[in-house]
């Protein structure tokens, strides 16, 4: 079984920043792009940053300048550093990432949502 434990979200006030990690746990052989949505109240979850296997990365417009992900492969562990936030970051961010298992099967996992908050 797998499981993604993600930590580091909370409440900011705009302009201010917050660290979101997201470690993965199990019988794992290898892992795929590793990737931060984030669903905000009345819309649909939007794809945040990806960053593939071998580090290279790509942003969503309305985050790009602002959010870095990176990856440490020796930890199984996804980081998603934002900077400048605004109220429209506000949202449940979700890590999500798939590959295979020490068995030879495939997984695809999502990690419980911590929820960011910025204040005006």
């Known amino acids: 079984q797998v499981q993604l434990v993600e930590s580091g979200g909370g409440l900011v006030q705009a302009g201010g920043s917050l660290r979101l990690s997201c470690t993965v746990s199990?019988?794992?052989?290898?892992?795929?792009?590793m990737k931060w949505h984030r669903q905000a109240p009345g819309k649909q979850r939007e794809l945040v940053a990806c960053i593939t296997s071998d580090g290279n990365t790509k942003y969503s417009e309305s985050v790009k300048g602002r959010f870095t992900i990176s990856r440490d492969n020796a930890k199984n562990t996804v980081f998603l550093q934002m900077n400048g936030l605004q109220p429209g970051d506000t949202a449940v961010y979700y890590c999500?990432?798939?590959?295979?298992?020490?068995?030879?099967?495939?997984?695809?996992?999502w990690g419980q949502g911590p929820q960011v908050t910025v204040s005006s």
């Open positions: 199990g019988s794992i052989f290898s892992i795929n792009d």
């Open positions: 999500n990432t798939g590959g295979r298992l020490s068995t030879g099967g495939v997984f695809v996992s």
